[in-house]
């Protein structure tokens, strides 16, 4: 019960916090920094693509499965591009993180640099040749005194379709 009570207490505080010190920043708190690796992709088979995001220092952002419902989780998307489509997403363990004003309650964060890995699924019919993916990452950064409005990054990255 402490542990409900604790989690609505910091969810409470944060929200506090951010609408006090978010009216004036718009700073950007993560960044696509592109893929780990160049994609390529053969038609008719799943293949993975690893998305690189850095949380700018002094911040974090909540894991896709923070400890409360309260917490806005991070989340990708990938829009579908005509013969290829996402098939999963997979994200990284978050990190325990305890706040200055709060040391019981744990929060599952990510923090520097994180990796997302996306299952893509090109259709047996693609054609050879780069094409252009758009998705957005949706995140609330926070640092240890204040959480900022939630955002949408967008991004962009191109994936090789192999010939058959």
Do not use: W
Not at 80 to 98: C, F, M, Q, V, W
Not at 115 to 127: H, K, Q
Request: proline share 8%.
């Amino acid at each position: 019960m402490r542990s409900a009570f604790s989690i609505r207490i910091v969810f409470c505080f944060l929200v506090f916090l951010s609408f006090a010190s978010a009216q004036s920043d718009n700073a950007a708190r993560v960044t696509f920094s592109g893929l780990a690796a160049p994609a390529v992709l053969k038609p008719g088979k799943p293949s993975e693509v690893v998305l690189r995001f850095v949380v700018a220092p002094g911040f974090h952002v909540n894991s896709y499965a923070p400890k409360s419902d309260l917490l806005i989780p991070t989340a990708l998307k990938i829009d579908p591009s005509g013969s290829i489509n996402t098939k999963g997403i997979s994200y990284p363990e978050g990190k325990d993180l305890a706040l200055p004003f709060d040391p019981d309650t744990k929060l599952s964060v990510y923090s520097g640099e994180f990796l997302v890995r996306a299952s893509l699924l090109a259709s047996s019919g693609a054609a050879a040749g780069t094409t252009a993916l758009h998705g957005e990452l949706r995140y609330q950064a926070c640092s240890d005194r204040a959480c900022f409005p939630p955002k949408t990054l967008p991004l962009d990255f191109n994936v090789t379709l192999a010939s058959h």
